[in-house]
């Protein structure tokens, strides 16, 4: 199978392969790697599966796959899954699974009785619950200014938020407040001292079906290599936990999806080591890889669940609440491009002097000591840094209505036609540069 890369150039190929391989200039002898990073984003993953199960039937091979929240379950599934010839199958049928857990509100599902304090956390000021009466529908948008299709979709996305909140998901998260919790719960009529509101236990069992873990630990798995982040709740710090190195769990897997926001549990990663999602320092983690392999040369793809730009600005506070969260978490990583690049310019002018010293070191006073430190920085920088990225591919999310909770819809709709989205956007992207558009 022919071999090419993903630049701006054009192709006479079919067939593209992210499968490691030599860099085409002369004067670079890095092995050069693959990587998809996948941001998080809830139920927005999904975009991500569908991604993804573009870039496998499109012969496309992984390397690096790197992931933080929902990004690293999808990462962790890609690279650690029990279908070994169709991983891409076993992540889409774990989307299914989780949207078929999903509680339709239109379908008569009974609210729980929650403490008061719970109700106003889940209940944001200025929004209603939204029943199929049309007539409760327009409380919180004016129809002379909101476009019907805009409205519906923002109702709905709105119940099936309501619908993660009050009930959850059976195959990945529960309320603490569920009635067969008391006998398992010391805190159930303590709610005062909660620090989460979600159990994310049954996402471990959901993983058990998709993972196989021996994959996901040094040699387990040499042509995929998973890459997820974590923060430490007291430090502040990064935890970077990576598959070549050490062997990934379940308990890293729901590290990197514990975000406090979402009233998800920490969780204690090592003896007193307690970690949240990694999405609170970075929701693109591609600095995390460069430091994890910092020498190989790289060609990315990041998928975007939160696009940086977009065309318009806000028209109310909800819609500049949610601008702001896409922004706090949209890709941030231009400035690691950068520095690779540079990094890698001062690399070259060090080794251009280096090889100029060695060239006339007769004719230089320059002791042998002196020399010998000077050989010793130099194969330290050389072996240590030098990783640039060769080519940056985005896939992006369309938002067409903006909205705050449209990464806690689960729904089955919502789901396939995220799925269905994240393969168009891929398809559309490869064949743009297939064409050398």
């Known amino acids: 199978m022919n071999k090419i890369k993903l630049s701006s150039s054009k192709y006479n190929n079919s067939t593209i392969s992210l499968s490691s391989s030599r860099s085409s200039s002369a004067a670079d002898n890095n092995r050069l790697e693959n990587v998809l ?23 496309i091979r992984r390397g690096i796959v790197a992931g933080t929240s929902i990004g690293g379950i ?30 339709d ?12 304090f719970v109700q106003e956390m889940l209940l944001p000021s200025g929004y209603y619950y939204y029943t199929t009466d049309s007539s409760n529908q327009q409380k919180n948008y004016s129809s002379s200014t909101t476009k019907a299709n805009e409205h519906a979709t923002k109702t709905e996305q709105l119940k099936s938020f309501y619908s993660s909140a009050f009930f959850g998901n059976d ?21 005062q001292k909660w620090t989460y509101m979600y159990d ?5 069992n959901t993983l058990e079906k998709y993972i196989d873990y021996d994959k996901l630990r040094p040699n387990g798995n040499p042509n995929a290599r998973l890459i997820l982040t974590a923060v430490n709740i007291l430090t502040a710090e990064p935890l970077t936990f990576d598959s070549f190195k050490q062997q990934i769990t379940s308990k890293h897997i729901l590290a990197t999806s514990a975000y406090p ?16 999602d990694g999405g609170l320092l970075s929701n693109t983690p591609l600095r995390e890889v460069i430091d994890a392999s910092p ?33 706090m978490f949209s890709d941030k990583t231009e400035y690691n491009v950068t520095m690779s690049k540079v990094i890698t310019r001062y690399l070259q002018y060090i080794q251009e002097l280096y090889q100029l010293l060695e060239d006339n070191i007769d004719r230089i006073n320059v002791s042998s000591q002196q020399l010998k430190k000077i050989r010793h920085k130099y194969k330290k920088y050389k072996q240590e840094r030098g990783a640039e990225i060769k080519d940056i591919i985005y896939i992006t999310r369309d938002e067409p209505f903006p909205h705050m909770y449209e990464n806690a819809d689960f729904s089955p709709e919502t789901i396939k036609n995220l799925i269905k989205e994240g393969e168009a956007k891929t398809n559309e992207v490869l064949k743009g540069r297939l064409d050398g558009r």
């Open 37 to 59: 990073i996948l941001q998080g984003g809830g139920s927005l993953g999904a975009f991500g599966c569908g991604v993804f199960k573009a870039l496998a039937n499109n012969n």
């Open 74 to 103: 999808n990462a962790a599934i890609i690279a650690g899954s029990k279908d070994e010839k169709h991983p891409e199958q076993a992540l889409e049928q774990f989307w299914l699974e989780l949207s078929g857990s999903f509680v």
């Open 105 to 116: 509100l239109d379908r008569g599902a009974t609210f729980p009785s929650l403490p008061k």
């Open 171 to 191: 195959k990945m998260f529960k309320p603490r407040w569920r009635k067969e919790n008391p006998l398992t719960d010391p805190e159930y009529f303590a709610p």
């Open 200 to 204: 994310l236990s049954p996402l471990v």
């Open 261 to 276: 926001l979402y009233n998800f549990p920490w969780v204690e990663v090592e003896d007193g080591v307690y970690a949240w």
């Open 295 to 327: 020498v190989n040369d790289k060609r990315v793809c990041i998928v975007e669940n939160y696009p940086k730009r977009v065309d318009a600005l806000p028209k109310n506070l909800p819609e500049v609440y949610h601008r702001a969260r896409d922004i």
